[in-house]
């Protein structure tokens, strides 16, 4: 019975499909590019070999871009250096790049902007195909969450459902769910209920399983319509994603995972941490045992660097130290070392010959680790993906020597600031960069917002920058107030890092416009908030209303005394005119005078 309803679901399901296809195709979008302006939008794109067309989306929405890429087959031979998508982070193509999708890709790209602009160039080679693209794109506040929208899972078992099962999933979800089990163990996904949009491709509502704990490659699978699919990991670790579009919703998935051993030999146990300005690589002794290597055989690219033996071997170093090596590829800047096992003996030896290479891999406001190591030669590959730390704080003057701690910040109106921005960092060979800097009168940086920096130009006749040094970005400006009574003043600033052994980075720039903003010419990128700043006269206001109550709360009792003594003395006045009156009409009595009715005649 339950098959055969399923049976006559499929048609349905399918026809609804067929609908929302045909209404993305009627959408009269060029077949090579376009300029888009809607909230939401999803586009069928067919391309011929030497195409090079670009989409820009851009709208005064004060939200951010998600776009993706649910369809793409490109010419079977094409390499990403022929034929790719680019997607730049702003409304053209000299903005920051923000990722690629190519033939190699082992997902299902996700991208998301920093602003409301983003664009995307589809180019391919001239081989003789008929390349496909399905893409769509929303605007949405990343402040706005869904309920029951992704997660972590980290026990042996356990179960995920899409956000309001059993009945309609909501529109435009994008939900993560990382599955982490034991070391050594395997993961099982199997899902009971599923039912999503029915799509050939999958190309409208959509979930996709990945071998790892990132969404960036080791996609194991993508299933729509009506199923009961399971999946299996190679690790401890799967990632769940569920996508849907803006039509045809329906009660989404109910899934159960379980975890098992993993066969076979036990697995390197290792672990790579990496900060702003160091690495930090352990080993457990019993992995280096279990290859007949003790702690003694165990080096750096620089021999000199030893580690420290507890229960585990622990090498911690500064990033630009101990023969680490740094590379810049134009989006990350990663730093690599290597630990070193040689065999003893000096003719044969019946050990294997081991590397452990570490990389720390700097990227744009995420952190990513990982290791590899190497066994009978073959490489264990270890990448962690690390944040710089960088502050900012106001200073008392121009030399910079002493910050003020202070918070609220009392400045006098017009008065003269000093701000800088500090990377922490023991790399010598980085430039810091204030690119952007505006305040505004709330913490959150609403709607209203004014410009000192922008790509690095000064937008306030006030603003002084003063020339980089070494890991310090400096600049002054003139005190404000914002009008409307506002009392508050916050700033928050984009500041970029780059490699100061490029020449042609965007950190030796200076001040340019953003339509001639280099591709890549950054390599990291964070920003950082500070304040309030406050006028000193709403300090002084404060201080004498404060005075103001405690003189009202001494004057209190006497004020009380005061009003007691002078009731008392109208209360006496009362009672002696009243006596009087008393007094003087009986004394009238006396004399014979009295009160006499007139006759009223009618």
Known sequence: MQTLRQLLLLPLLAALALVEDNSIESTGVPRCGASLHDLNKALRIELNANASCVWQIQRNANQTIRLIFSYFKFAPSSSCETESIKVYDGPSSNSPLLGQVCNDTDAV????????????LITTNSAAFTRNFFVFYYYFSPETKIENCGGQLTGPNGTLTSPNYPAAY???AYCVWHIQTAKNSKI???FQDFFLELDQNCQFDFTAVYDGLT???????KVCGRAQPAFESSSNVMTVVLSTDYA????GFSAQYTSAPLPGPVEPDTLLTCSSDSMKIVLSKSYLASLGYNETHLQLNDPSCRPVITESVIFSFPLASCGTTKKDDGQSITYTNIVSVSATGSIITRQKSIQIIAKCKMENNSTLEVIYITKSNIIQNTTAVGRYNVSMSFYDSDSFSKPVRQSPYYVDLNQTLFAQVSL???????LVFVDTCIASPRPDFGSLTY???RSGCSKDDTVVT???LEHYGRFKFNAFRFLRSFPSVYLQCDILICDNNNANSRCTEGCISRQKRAISSYTWKTHTVVGPIRLKRELRSADHSESLTKADAEETPNLQHYNFYTLSFVVLISNIIIAVAVILKYHKHQAGYSYQRIQTSY
């Open 170 to 172: 909501p529109e435009f």
């Open 215 to 221: 969404t960036n490659t080791g996609l194991i699978g």
């Open 424 to 430: 922490h960092s023991t790399d010598p060979n980085l």
């Open 451 to 453: 410009d000192l920096i």
């Open 248 to 251: 045809n919703s329906y009660k």
């Open 109 to 120: 790209p996700v991208l998301q902007s920093s602003s409301d602009s983003l664009t995307f």
């Open 466 to 468: 003063y020339p980089t």
């Open 188 to 190: 099982n996904l199997k």
